[in-house]
């Protein structure tokens, strides 16, 4: 089947297709928020949590840069977190969509 053969209407509205796109949009959606909440915290607490901010941690290093390290920790997390789901379930649901395709079972 090539690619110009494909219905990609019919693919759009198959239930399948429309809960693999619903779960993923939902895990999305839901690393997005915490990684834009986690980034603002730096900046509030940058301006509101001075005094915490400002407590040394070790030398010249305080509570306020590691906080700002940290921010590359969680982004490597979330990196991390979402292409084990997507290996685990996302990509599992492609492949057996796909596959219906490529069977001629859905049209």
């Known amino acids: 089947m090539s690619k110009s053969n494909i219905n ?6 198959h239930p399948k297709f429309q809960a693999l796109h ?5 895990f999305l ?4 928020v915490f990684s834009i ?14 005094d915490l901010f400002k407590t040394k941690v070790w ?4 509570v306020g840069i590691l906080f700002a390290l940290s921010e590359f920790v969680v982004a ?4 991390f977190v979402y292409s084990k789901k997507a290996n685990a379930e996302f990509d599992v649901s492609a492949q057996e969509i796909i596959n219906e395709v490529k069977s001629g ?3």
């Open 8 to 13: 990609w209407m019919a693919i759009d509205a």
């Open 22 to 26: 619903r779960k993923k949009t939902f």
């Open 29 to 32: 959606w839901g690393l997005m």
């Open 37 to 50: 909440i986690y980034y603002f915290m730096l900046p509030i607490g940058a301006a509101y949590y001075q």
């Open 59 to 62: 030398g010249v290093v305080n």
């Open 76 to 79: 490597w997390t979330i990196a």
């Open 105 to 107: 079972r859905m049209q």
